[in-house]
């Protein structure tokens, strides 16, 4: 089943655009708050195939997750009553009790911790909203982990591009799905 192809294109259709700096920004926010394809996706190429914007790409998408994810926390503080019915009835009710946990574990680390990594940030923004998490050291932690994942895909797409973006196209579907699969191993592991 081939899921990750579709969005994948159609984000590669946007860099060709004029205003793909738009489209990459408006991503980010998004995928801070709801949007299921990571930044990278789109961030990677465009870093690729225009390095001395690199270091532009990488912070003003930083700047623009942290804001999407002020979004989600402002969404968790006055709105959770609103969409908690909603969230209930579907899946994401466990994994929003288990962010909760971890937030009782690591306290606003994990708002880093899943900024950085493959977890669902977006989960976090909204539980640290509903927590009423310190906003400053949520945006700090937010900028610091952001900042540090999209730097290296930036950076990393700035020196080794052409090879990379390639590789990347040709196994999306592989990619894609051995990132769920690390997510599944990750939230299995912590509740097992």
């Known amino acids: ?27 980010t ?5 709801f949007f299921p394809v ?4 789109m ?3 465009m870093c690729a195939l225009d390095p001395p914007r690199t270091a532009r ?6 700047v623009f997750s942290a804001l999407g994810g002020v979004f989600g926390y402002v969404i968790g503080l006055f709105l959770f009553d609103q969409i908690e019915p909603w969230l209930r009835g579907t899946a994401y009710w466990d994994e929003y009790g288990g962010a909760v946990e971890m937030f009782g574990e690591y306290g606003i680390w994990i708002i880093f911790i899943a900024a950085l990594t493959p977890i669902p940030y977006k989960l976090f923004t909204i539980t640290a909203g509903v927590l009423g998490q310190n906003l400053a050291l949520f945006v700090l932690a937010t900028l610091a982990g952001r900042g540090v ?3 290296i895909v930036g950076y990393s797409m700035k020196w ?5 973006s390639g ?7 592989v990619i894609g799905w051995a990132l769920v699969v690390l997510l599944a191993g990750v939230i299995l592991y912590r509740y097992l």
């Open 1 to 27: 089943m081939k899921i990750f192809t579709g969005p994948y294109e159609m984000m590669m259709s946007w860099i060709g655009k004029r205003g793909a700096e738009k489209y990459l920004y408006g991503l």
């Open 29 to 33: 926010f998004c995928e801070s708050v």
């Open 38 to 41: 990571p930044t990278d996706v």
């Open 43 to 45: 961030l990677a190429p």
């Open 57 to 62: 790409l990488v912070v003003l998408t930083t």
């Open 149 to 151: 994942r999209f730097g």
């Open 160 to 164: 080794f591009g052409p090879a990379l």
């Open 167 to 173: 590789y990347i196209e040709k196994r999306i579907e």
